[in-house]
């Protein structure tokens, strides 16, 4: 990877990052942004549907089965825009879940950079296997500076 596409890359998540702050949610705070041709056509952040409340978990501090996560968030946005994500990128502060993989395929975002890993990894296995690029980028690590 080229030092100009790295520092994209480093900007956008950050940027990604700055907009999870958005999110109602107490446990984890989890932002998305989707760039095609240098330009954000759209974000996301994890939170409840719109019309919902703005509390992400529930008294025992469980997520509500019904949260919606940054990348679904962002890919859904795209619907009722006049924008499309076929090649697009997206950046997202946390790893994507298996389900919000299945959206980023059937999106036709072809790479996915990301900041933070999860334990599960099933999410990124199932993009690689589609043939999506996939990056895992720490902006925090000074090693990528």
Known sequence: MDKKQLDLDLRYLRMARIWAENSYCRRRQVGALVV???????DGYNGTPSGFENVCED???VTKPYVLHAEANAITKLARSENNSDGATLYVTASPC?????????AGIRRVVYAEKYRLE????????AG????YLNPD???VQ
């Open 36 to 42: 095609k041709d240098k330009m954000i056509i759209s």
């Open 59 to 61: 008294e025992n501090n």
């Open 98 to 106: 298996i389900e919000c993989s299945k959206l980023i395929i059937q």
């Open 122 to 129: 099933d999410g990124i296995n199932l993009l690689r296997r």
């Open 132 to 135: 999506i690029e996939v990056l």
């Open 141 to 143: 690590d000074p090693e």
